[in-house]
């Protein structure tokens, strides 16, 4: 079945790049995303890709997608203690002809950022 | 972007006692909307997909007798936790579909609510 995995914790100094990695297992998924998740809060969306892209750049994000490896990465440039929260990543796929989607989502990456 | 909305953010009940939590989307019609739930340190788990006018689809393993979807209208579905007991005590978090959204199918999600059963 489907599946996303990521790396359950990652701890950067302020000021470095923070790359935050997620694997997936089916192929067939259409978008990929980044949610970030703030302590007690709900997600916000933080960027997306289409399957058939392999970078999006947005600002301080770069998002590179390998679909050979299944591997999705997001990357944080200049990483500021703002930026401290969980980051999850997901995989979406068409329920039916009606455009329904159904999300896949990964455990969750927590970042620390240390000033 | 689009404003969805969850009440309360905050419940503790006796168990035994019946919970609901409604989502509003404030400023769009939202056809489809998710109900998620969330353990410590956990992924969200997927509950129920509710589409508007019609019953939800409940995930495998999800008793639709304990928690009821209701999708009244295009802009608010609720979830009601029947006979609360604590271990379904969980951080609920829905989420809605805007139609303007388009092929992204991005979903905005509400605040979530604090479930504690007593």
């Known amino acids: 079945g489907e599946d996303v995995e990521q790396s359950l914790f990652l701890s950067v100094r302020e000021g470095d790049s923070s790359v935050i990695n997620c694997t997936y297992t089916d192929s067939s998924s259409t978008y990929l995303y980044w949610y970030k998740q703030e302590p007690g809060a709900g997600l916000q969306l933080l960027t997306y890709i289409f399957s058939n892209m392999d970078m999006k750049q947005d600002q301080r994000l770069t998002v590179l997608l390998n679909k050979k490896d299944k591997h999705l990465s997001l990357r944080i440039a200049d990483t500021q203690t703002g930026d401290s929260a969980i980051y999850f990543c997901a995989e979406s796929f068409l329920l039916n002809a009606g455009n329904n989607r159904k999300l896949i989502w990964g455990l969750g990456t927590s970042l620390a950022v240390n000033p | 972007g689009a404003v969805v909305s969850q009440h309360p953010s905050w419940v503790i009940c006796k168990s035994g006692t019946s919970v609901k939590i409604e989502c509003r989307s404030l400023d769009f019609q939202a056809t489809t909307m998710f109900w998620y739930r969330q353990f410590p340190k956990q992924s969200l788990m997927l509950m129920a997909t509710?589409?508007?006018?019609?019953?939800?689809?409940?995930e495998q393993g999800v008793e639709k007798d304990k928690f009821l979807i209701n999708h009244a209208s295009l802009t608010l579905s609720t979830l009601t936790v029947t006979s609360a007991h604590p271990e379904d005590s969980s951080f609920y978090i829905c989420?809605?579909?805007?139609?303007?959204?388009?092929?992204?199918?991005?979903?905005?999600f509400g605040e979530g609510s604090r479930l504690t059963v007593l």
């Open positions: 509710s589409n508007e006018g019609s019953k939800a689809t409940y």
């Open positions: 989420s809605a579909r805007s139609s303007g959204s388009g092929n992204t199918g991005e979903l905005f």
